[in-house]
Nanobody
């Protein structure tokens, strides 16, 4: 089994910053891609950013220039640095990963999410 745990969410004022972390643990051989999604109340879950094991990165247009995704392969972790936060960034942020576990199958795992609230 593989577990993903997000942390770092909270309440921040508009224009502020937060850094989210996603740590994967368990029977991991390798992690292909790690991604951050978010889901606001009443809205569908949307992709925020992704990063491959080789460091290829993609961002949604609505976070380009404000958010930065990174990862530490040795720690099986990914991070999302969020700057210039706006009220519309308020959502539950989820991490997912495509993992090759010790069964040698690729599987997708999700974290439980962390709440980010941007409000004055």
């Amino acid at each position: 089994q593989v577990q993903l745990v997000e942390s770092g969410g909270g309440l921040v004022q508009p224009g502020g910053s937060l850094r989210l972390s996603c740590a994967a643990s368990g029977n991991i051989l390798s992690i292909n891609v790690m991604r951050w999604y978010r889901q606001a109340p009443g809205k569908e879950r949307e992709l925020v950013a992704s990063i491959t094991s080789g460091g290829d990165i993609n961002y949604a247009d609505f976070v380009k220039g404000r958010f930065t995704i990174s990862r530490d392969n040795a720690k099986n972790s990914a991070y999302l640095q969020m700057n210039s936060l706006k009220p519309e960034d308020t959502a539950v942020y989820f991490c997912d990963a495509i993992v090759m576990d010790t069964s040698r199958y690729l599987r997708r795992y999700w974290g439980q999410g962390t709440q980010v609230t941007v409000s004055s």
